[in-house]
């Protein structure tokens, strides 16, 4: 019974072309059947039905109330703790002069220690909610390189530690693609090991650590297939 009222889903997971962009250990599965796939493998697919309606999105006057909603959120956490304020993009600018904000969102020429970049917001499309937000340097000056990296992101305070990091870095990673970004850097402080984590779960191989201001960052290079 587990089975036959599992098939279905198997076959739509499956078809979808998803699962490997979530979970890269769905590559190195080492059943021969679509039968002892599925006994193995059924948690994860459960797992990745519950993130197939995220989609990143680039800023637009369609979703202003979405993402006015999570940056006031996500300021006014920032205010009271001693938070990390990444993606910087999202920030940089007032939301409430919306016209002004999606003008500025972007880096589209080099300058003043800046690289040309993109900002995505990640809808769920369920619940028509942003969860998080994403920004993707499309190369590496010195400073990038060494302490930053290609991609800075973050999942908004309420929607914390429900997963949603490790999709939207899936998703991230099929936008640097599209830029012709293979090889993608990414950094996060040793202290926050969610992020470590995330990268790991997404084929993050880390290379080495270096110190900034007192802080230990560690730099993960994802090599895309």
Known sequence: QYRESSSLFFCTIKSSEKLELFFP?????????????????????????????????????????????MVEEWTAYNDSHDANTSPWS?????????????????????????VPDSTYFC?????????????????LNDYLLAYGGHIGDGIRPSERRKGYGTAMMGLALEECRKLGIEKILVVCSRDNVGSAKTIMKNGGILENEVETDGSVMQRYWITLS
């Open 123 to 139: 809808l769920d499309r369920d619940r028509d909610r942003m969860v998080g937000a994403v920004n993707i340097r499309h190369s």
């Open 25 to 69: 250990i769905y590559k190195n599965r080492k059943s021969e059947s679509q039968e002892e796939d599925l006994v193995q493998f059924f948690p994860v697919w459960e797992e990745a039905f519950r993130f197939m309606n995220l989609k990143l999105v680039k800023g637009s006057m369609e979703y202003k109330t979405q993402i006015a909603g």
């Open 90 to 114: 999202i920030f940089k600018n007032d939301v409430h002069d919306f016209d002004a904000y999606l003008e500025h969102l972007e880096v589209t020429e080099p300058g003043d220690g800046l």
